[in-house]
């Protein structure tokens, strides 16, 4: 017995001994590493640094350690290849990346800026967009503090140079050899992606596989991951449109084989056979409704014209990256925004049902004008997809005003009436879509056009300063200037006869992309005593959820024999733009069996979904990323199972929407791929 227990104890001491050396050993190892790696390490660390600053300026969860997590595990995984390079030439290969990294937090910082949103490499067929549009950038979109993003190269330069100094590189080749540097740094990176998976949900993954929240991601992931998925998405969506269709045609033939054709109303067929007039007001926001300086409204025409027709005061364009494009689709299909990159970019030769090509069937004669270069957006492309019949484009005015980015709107729509004569002349029934240009940003060549004033006058004539030379004063201007505009047309299309037989539609195509700090300037600005709005909308705080709530824009539907009739008035249901084309075909006499939006007057309850996978009704604006909501209604109960519900729809609503984009899958039902039983439920 005693000899075993010496054994037992003899064992002990040696294998005590023998650990204590290994850890010893590796504790040694493990400064070495860190000790003759120190470029690397510079590189890793000021690249997280840079990804911690952009979610703090854009998503606030800068303290959070999950996407630090992800950015590092990442960093660490590109770091380990530049070990097949010679320790003096690394610097070139880690220089190389922390500037695509610095770009990568440039573009996003900027983007998110004016989109709320993260950029996409699906987005580039759509950097042409920008050709011309310069000044906006300069004046409107880029900051000082975005250029903070391109300090890590140069950090990392300058400790390259100490290094060199040092000799620190000849006493790191002795060490050295790069095949094993390069195990054990993938073996570091393992490790971290390891710690990195325990943290995520099923909720987490689903949202990195399906792309389309992608704040949610960057709260997630970070910023590096996002992009570096976005890349791999764009990649196999291009290479191969086959990845998931299985599913995306189930979910298809299951949604549309039950749905149901909405019951008529007291709206259906009140305008079939109308002409109808449609006006895309660019960057007009509903906010600046019913606003008034100096006792003067602001939107006149506006104002008298929403009164006298149906009005929605609680609508929204549900744009993402295409802005105007995406509204113009949405609004003509009831389908979403594609999720990655813009329908009119990138996938504009499918098949689309569309208000266009339903009343073209009815017999009408369908057409759109814009003072801008008809390539803009593809739109010499889609239009056609669309189903317009002709686009009458900057070639087809003559360019005798210029305000902001081309043709004035005062001599775009002067000139269109007299187009619209004679379509008119030629035709028994017409569609036709007025695109507005001059309200676009950066608002700044307005002052010269306007001489509205939105500084305050004081009774002993004196004037108070408040919003002149601000880039939401110049906004002002520039919506007054579009109100005006848009009253000059309806008087000339009054005294040429075409309001008689035409409704006029006219939507917000989207926000003006303002900067939180403008609307503080409007609401808050230390000079003015009280607020200019009605008392009863004073907005407290501009938090994320005041600015995403405000970005509603006006829509309406004007016909001159239905004028302060019981069919007109203010509707405060919140709706939309892919309610519009239900909503219109029930008036119209149309149906679109692929519509994903509603007739408004056909629902108790309607729900808005937007692109990022948001979404609000009447009583809640519901926030995806951060499961959480601000109530709208204060007297009314807020269930889980009403959360869950909406939640479902919205997420079912963006997939069934990018399945019939991606896949084509309108075309495949009339190829007889795809066997639908729908339209008539």
Known sequence: MNNLMNKISKFTLKFSSHLKKRLINLFKNILVYIKTNLLVEVFIIVNIINGIILRFLTVKNQFAIKPALGDLTLLIAISAFCYFIKPKKQVRYLFVFSIIFSLVCFINCVYYSNYISFASFSMLSTATELTGYTDAVVQNILEFKDFIFFIPPFILLFFHIQFKKKDYYNRVEKIEKGRKRFLNTIGITLISLGIFVTQLTSTDLSRLNKQWNRSSIVMEFGIYIYQTNDLVSCIKTKMNTMFGYDEAAKKFREYYSTKEKSEANKYTDIFKGKNVLVIHAESFQGFTMNLKFNDQELTPNMNRLSKEGIYF?????????????????????????????TVFMNYFNRKYVTTQKLLKEQGYYTFSMHGNNGSAWNRDVMYKYIGYDKFYSKKDFEIDEEIGLGLSDKSFFRQSVEKIKDINNEHDKWYGLLVMLTNHTPFSDIKNYSDYSVDLNNEDGTVTSYLEGSKMGNYLKSVHYADEAIGQLMNSLEEEGLLDDTIVVIYGDHDAKLKTGEFERLYYNENIDSILIDP???????????????????????????????YTGTFN???????????????????????????????????????????????????????????????????????????????LLIDLSNGIIDYDLIKKVDEGDVQLNIGEN
């Open 313 to 341: 005061d609680n609508f929204y364009a549900e744009e993402s990256t295409g802005t105007s494009s995406d509204t113009e689709f949405t609004f003509s299909s009831s389908l979403m925004p594609a999720s990655n990159g």
């Open 536 to 566: 009863n909308k004073k907005i407290e705080t501009i938090d994320d959820y005041t600015y995403e709530l405000n970005r509603k824009v006006p829509f309406i539907i004007w016909s001159k024999d239905k004028l302060n009739t019981d």
């Open 573 to 651: 249901k919140v709706m939309g733009m892919i309610d519009v084309s239900p909503t219109l075909g029930n008036m119209l006499g149309f149906y679109n069996q692929y519509a994903l939006g509603v007739d408004i007057f056909s629902v108790d309850e309607n729900v808005i979904v937007f692109p990022d996978g948001n979404w609000m009704t009447n009583k809640l604006y519901y926030n995806s990323s951060k499961k959480e909501y601000r109530q709208l209604e204060q007297d009314t109960s807020i269930s889980i199972d009403y959360i869950d519900k909406y939640s479902r729809h919205a997420e």
